[in-house]
T-cell receptor, first 112, second 115 residues
């Protein structure tokens, strides 16, 4: 029972263009959502998060959008850079459990 | 600060062997957790701890034990290794509960192969 799903295993975009990574969830109790980035042979690093009381959060080139009615969130990277090439994981949690549930990950390749 | 450290980086075990994966953090974080990463499965929570002496199960706890005797250390024990436990294991820590949108800091991972 995959509560957090990233249905696109991979995405390839040109440098300078927008990258859009998508994530769907099934548990309506989730109230926090996070994105992590992971390079090969390293641990994941935190990118950006959003609370369920918001529908958008920005941090520099990264913006996360949350659509609660559709149970869908997306990460926009503008402009994309070759250094953004990595695996991106979305994660969700409900405040009363202390547990993060991760999606399967999407591998982003940004071509120069 | 070293952040979150994990040892060993690589390990090969035979079925039935036991071992302990070490995790330490020097950020005085109360919250620590263990994940495993498998292809196509993302990261799955094995066990977590909200402070010294307090642990709880995650999504996939079977076959693993943990204890938290100090704030700094959170070892993961494989009791009797099975090929299904072949995976990359990550330890993470955070100042507050990750569930409230707080950043977790991850270690570099331990790649475990069980033959």
């Amino acid at each position: 029972d995959q509560q957090v799903k990233q249905n696109s295993p991979s995405l390839s975009v040109q440098e300078g263009r927008i990258s859009i990574l998508n994530c769907d969830y099934t548990n309506s109790m989730f109230d926090y959502f996070l994105w992590y980035k992971k390079y090969p042979a390293e641990g994941p690093t935190f990118l950006i998060s959003i609370s369920s009381i918001k529908d958008k959060n920005e941090d520099g080139r990264f913006t996360v959008f949350l659509n609660k009615s559709a149970k869908h969130l997306s990460l926009h990277i503008v402009p994309s850079q070759p250094g953004d090439s990595a695996v991106y994981f979305c994660a969700a949690s409900s405040g009363n459990t202390g547990k993060l549930i991760f999606g399967q990950g999407t591998t982003l390749q940004v071509k120069p | 600060n070293a952040g979150v450290t994990q040892t060993p980086k690589f390990q090969v075990l035979k079925t039935g062997q036991s071992m302990t994966l070490q995790c330490a953090q020097d950020m005085n974080h109360e919250y620590m957790s263990w994940y495993r990463q498998d292809p196509g499965m993302g990261l799955r929570l094995i066990h977590y701890s909200v402070g010294a002496g307090i642990t709880d199960q995650g999504e996939v706890p079977n076959g693993y034990n943990v204890s938290r005797s100090t704030t700094e250390d959170f070892p993961l024990r494989l009791l009797s290794a099975a090929p299904s436990q072949t995976s990359v294991y990550f330890c993470a820590s955070s100042y507050q509960l990750a569930a409230f949108g707080n950043e977790q800091f991850f270690g570099p991972g331990t790649r475990l192969t069980v033959l």
